[in-house]
């Protein structure tokens, strides 16, 4: 049994929308589906116009059918509740659904998700039409999952309209209390911005110069916390009509509007959609990164991929398509990573409409196509994996991610606008992947113990209390490192009293004199033969047991330490003050011998990834090549000798021999004596 719903074995499947096709290819879907191992599908996404035509008629008649059909076939429904995309009814009798820009344009009907999130009518309809289908259908056969939305925030985030204005400054006192805790949480002295009452407070609408950084942040948690509410309206009604069925809304990877860690709180599991571009040599990096993160934000429970593509998307300037074995390969990337289920969009490839030249399972040209035959012949290795299910990973290693840090580190005038947060933990990512370092992301309020070393690329934004867990954790024995332009603000956006690194500063022993942002295209070389790119600080040792491990070469810094390491009780502090880009390998090699973290094997080879999946059923080794040629890579231990190949049923001895593009998952049984198979 998956870790996920009532299935067995790995999910397999994807969206259907069977409203764009005639009843009589129903039957034909089902029947593929059956043909191609699919286990479940999620229907009803963009449904509510069929659903609901009119304020008080409903047509349901088309989907009992549909439901009956595929329960007949053996195919289990993940049901959404189709609020995603508000009906031309609904709009017209409540313009104000509409969502509003920063500068007071109002977005018009015709695409999906034209809504504001603070509106009452929405809201209300939204949670209408979810009741209405819970009532109906919870006790359906064929149901296994809910499916709360559709990717929440995709192109609306926020609303500017005088409803979502009002409910900003009603989460605004419920936050503060007295209108001076606002006032001094947003340092209103500064440019006259000083509030008499939270009725004179708009949201940060288009204004003539910079607007008040601290207002911008809560703006930016509120959005987050709006959306929020919405989901949890409709999770609350189908925890009450249908309890026994889990739901999940489908995130957007490492999505910056969106707080996940809040959100994943309410969900029952997490699911993603993902869509690495076939034509970046770096999207498989990329991907783990993304799908680490999918697995960590449930404390690392198994997780679905509810959408990818089996081949080409149809929204980037150039959509290039998944070569043969691509999407094989980057599906068992999921599965290595966490995933109990590989679902696609879409089933069928849609005739009309803006995504009618996205990739399908099914594609236009129907069963004589590339695409089918891939289909078909994933759907039967992935009922070999069934023992895959359930399985949860260990990492030895956690980056620190907080929402919080992240908005701030990317407000404006700050000094320099190219310090994102995913430019900066990319190579750090990267150099572990590369090191086959399995890695768990955790938000700095949580309790560290545990991790071998714990990494930070960033910082920006760091409360007292999270330092001190942090400083605690070193002391007790951990490994820490730490990235530059971090522990500069307090939760307010207001600079640490003493400048950076703040509340790290005794931790650390270095104070930032002061912040030194390259230019452009300009870099600067450490002693150690490294770069500085982006980004560099003078930085002064503060205690005499700060380490200088490396300087800046030439430049204005010259001789000034770049990076840093100070003992703290068991444990150590690493520090460096400049963005060292893939250099930065060269800080966390040592970093992570030091703390005994090691690689899932010791000798993969560039570009082959290897993770270890742990269950009832056993152990599984994934050895992925993402590579153009051939790889061999060493197995080491019990792997080397013991194991067997799921995908192919081959034991396996010392070594591994893969192809281009290719894949072996090898398990190992729980019991001595068991097969491997």
């Given amino acids: 049994m998956n870790g996920l719903t009532r299935v067995p074995g790995l999910l397999y499947g994807g969206d259907y929308n069977p ?8 039957a034909e879907d089902a029947r593929l589906m059956r043909e191609a191992g699919v286990t479940m599908i999620t229907v009803g996404v963009f449904s509510w116009a069929r659903l609901q035509p009119g304020p008080d008629t409903w047509d349901f008649d088309w989907f009992d059918r549909l439901l009956d059909l595929l329960h007949a076939h053996g195919i289990a429904v993940d049901l959404a509740t189709a609020t995603a995309s508000p009906p031309a009814w609904l709009v017209r009798a409540h313009p104000e659904i509409l969502p509003v820009t920063a500068d007071g344009v109002r977005l018009e009907f015709g695409s999906r998700q034209h809504y504001c999130p603070s509106s009452p009518d929405y809201r209300a309809a939204a949670l209408r039409l979810t009741r209405t289908l819970a009532e109906r259908y919870a006790h359906h056969p064929a149901l296994a999952l809910w499916h709360i939305h559709n990717e929440y925030g995709d192109h609306v985030t926020e609303c500017f309209c005088a409803r979502s204005a009002a409910h900003f400054r009603s989460w605004l006192t419920e ?19 000083h509030y008499g009452t939270y009725e004179e407070i708009e949201p940060p609408r288009t204004a003539p110069g910079p607007v008040n950084p601290t207002q911008l942040l809560d703006w930016r948690r509120f959005c987050s916390d709006a959306l929020l509410d919405c989901h949890r309206a409709e999770r609350e009604a189908l925890r009450e009509l249908s309890p026994d069925t889990p739901a999940t809304t489908n995130f957007m990877s490492m999505f910056k509007a969106l707080d996940y860690w809040e959100w994943a709180r309410h969900e029952d599991f997490v699911s993603d959609d993902a869509y690495p571009d076939p034509a970046d040599p770096q999207a498989h990096v990329n991907a783990a990164l993304t799908y680490d993160l999918m697995r960590s934000l449930k404390g690392g429970r198994p997780w679905l991929l509810l959408e990818q593509a089996p081949s080409a998307v149809s929204w980037r300037p150039v959509n290039v398509p998944k070569r043969p074995g691509l999407q094989r390969l980057w ?8 995933a109990d289920g590989i679902m696609y969009f879409q089933w069928r490839a849609s005739r009309a409409g803006a995504e009618k030249y996205h990739s399908a399972m099914l594609p236009h040209r ?17 009922a070999r994996l069934a023992s895959v299910a359930g399985a949860t990973t260990t990492a030895d290693v956690a980056i620190l991610l907080d929402w919080d840090s992240w908005w701030a580190l990317e407000a404006d005038d700050h000094p320099s606008a190219r310090m994102r947060w995913r430019d900066l933990l990319r190579p750090w990512y990267t150099a572990l992947h590369a090191r086959a370092v399995t890695v768990d992301f955790v938000p700095p309020r949580a309790d560290p113990t545990g991790y071998r070393a714990v990494l930070a690329p960033n910082l920006h934004l760091l409360r007292t209390e999270d330092a001190a867990r942090i400083a605690a954790y070193v002391h007790g024995g ?16 207001h600079i640490h009293d003493g ?31 490294a770069r500085a790119t982006l980004w560099s600080e003078w930085i002064e040792p503060e205690d005499p047991d700060t380490e200088v491990l490396d300087t800046y070469a030439t430049g204005e810094l010259a001789g000034c330490p770049a990076v840093t390491r100070r003992r703290h009780g068991a444990g150590t502090a690493w520090y460096t003050g400049a963005h060292l880009g893939d250099s930065i390998a060269t800080v966390l090699g040592p970093a992570l011998d030091a703390a005994g973290v090691r690689p899932v094997l010791p000798d993969v080879p560039d570009g082959v990834e290897a993770t270890v999946r742990t269950g009832e059923h056993g152990s599984h080794l994934f050895v992925l090549n993402h590579r153009d040629h051939p790889a061999r890579t060493p197995l080491t231990g019990p792997w080397a000798t013991g194991a067997t190949d799921l995908l192919t049923g081959a034991p396996v001895h010392g070594h591994l021999d893969l192809g281009p593009l ?14 491997g198979k």
């Fill in 19 to 26: 409203e764009q096709w005639p009843q009589e290819v129903w």
């Fill in 175 to 193: 936050r503060y209390g007295p209108i001076d805790a606002l006032n001094h949480a947003w340092g209103t002295a500064f440019w006259s911005q």
């Fill in 331 to 338: 599906s068992l990337q999921a599965l290595a990573r966490g």
């Fill in 366 to 382: 129907g069963t004589a196509s590339r695409g089918w035959r891939e289909t078909v012949r994933f759907g039967a290795e992935l």
């Fill in 478 to 493: 951990g490994h820490f490192v730490c990235g530059p332009f971090s522990g500069v603000v307090d939760g307010h956006d």
């Fill in 499 to 529: 400048g950076a690194p703040g509340p790290l500063r005794a931790l650390l022993g270095v104070c930032v004199d002061e912040f030194w942002p390259l230019p452009d295209e300009e870099s600067v070389p450490l002693a150690s033969g």
């Fill in 662 to 675: 290719g894949a072996a998952v090898l398990r190992l049984p729980t019991h001595p004596g068991e097969t």
